[in-house]
T-cell receptor
C-alpha cells in the first residue's frame, strides 16, 4: 500500500509569494495527480503527471520518479489560490488512488 | 453529459437504513473511482473500476459497503445498515482510461445519517 506524505500541512503566505507544496510517496506509481479543493467547493484536477514537468498558467508541477517526489509550485500567488491542495497517486494495474492529507493554503492580500 | 454526474446531491437517512448513491461518469471513460470525505478529514479511497477488470475494493471500510458498475458506465454505491460514522461526502471520479489520464470529479453526494 502506498503511503503519501504532503508538506506542509498548512501554509499561510502573502499575495505575490512563490509557493511550493511537496508530495512524497513510498511505492512506484503509474501517475500522480494534483487536485484543488476550495472551501465548500468541489474538487478540480490541476495536473496529472507520470514524468517531468507540466505548467498551466501560474501553476507548475514537477515529478521525480527516482526520488518518488513531486512538487506543486504557484508563482505570483493570489488570494483566490487559497484552497486545499491534494496529491493523489495511482499504482500500477488494478490499484486505486491513494491520497495525501492535503495542504491547506491561505494567501493573504 | 458534460461532466460526472452524481445523485442525489444530498441524502439524509436514519441509522440502520440502506442507501444507494449513483454516479454517471463521462461517456467513454473506462475508469471510475468512488471515494469519500468526512467532515474535516482528507479524501479516502473506496473502490475503483477499470473496464471489465475485477474492481479494486481495497478501500471499502466494511462489508456494509458495496458497489456495482453496470455495462461499464453507471455505478451505484450501496451502504447497508447505515451508521452515523458513514456520514460524509461521497465523491465519484472518472478518467478516460487507466493510469495516466486526467481525473474528472463529480460534485458529490452529502450523506447524513441521523
Amino acid at each position: 500500500k502506498n503511503e503519501v506524505e504532503q508538506s506542509p500541512q498548512n501554509l499561510t503566505a502573502q499575495e505575490g509569494e512563490f509557493i511550493t507544496i511537496n508530495c512524497s510517496y513510498s511505492v512506484g506509481i503509474s501517475a500522480l495527480h494534483w487536485l484543488q479543493q476550495h472551501p465548500g467547493g468541489g474538487i478540480v484536477s490541476l495536473f496529472m503527471l507520470s514524468s517531468g514537468k507540466k505548467k498551466h498558467g501560474r501553476l507548475i508541477a514537477t515529478i521525480n520518479i527516482q526520488e518518488k517526489h513531486s512538487s506543486l509550485h504557484i508563482t505570483a500567488s493570489h488570494p483566490r489560490d487559497s484552497a486545499v491542495y491534494i496529491c493523489a497517486v495511482k499504482g500500477g494495474g488494478a490499484d486505486g488512488l491513494t491520497f495525501g492529507k492535503g495542504t491547506h493554503l491561505i494567501i493573504q492580500p | 453529459g458534460a461532466g460526472v454526474s452524481q445523485s442525489p446531491s444530498n441524502k439524509v437517512t436514519e441509522k440502520g437504513k440502506d442507501v444507494e448513491l449513483r454516479c454517471d461518469p463521462i461517456s467513454g471513460h473506462t475508469a471510475l473511482y468512488w471515494y469519500r470525505q468526512s467532515l474535516g478529514q482528507g479524501l479516502e479511497f473506496l473502490i475503483y473500476f477499470q473496464g471489465n477488470s475485477a474492481p479494486d475494493k481495497s478501500g471499502l471500510p466494511s462489508d456494509r459497503f458495496s458497489a456495482e458498475r453496470t455495462g461499464g458506465s453507471v455505478s451505484t454505491l450501496t451502504i447497508q445498515r447505515t451508521q452515523q460514522e458513514d456520514s460524509a461526502v461521497y465523491l465519484c471520479a472518472s478518467s478516460i482510461w487507466d493510469g495516466d489520464s486526467p481525473l474528472h470529479f463529480g460534485n458529490g453526494t452529502r450523506l447524513t445519517v441521523t
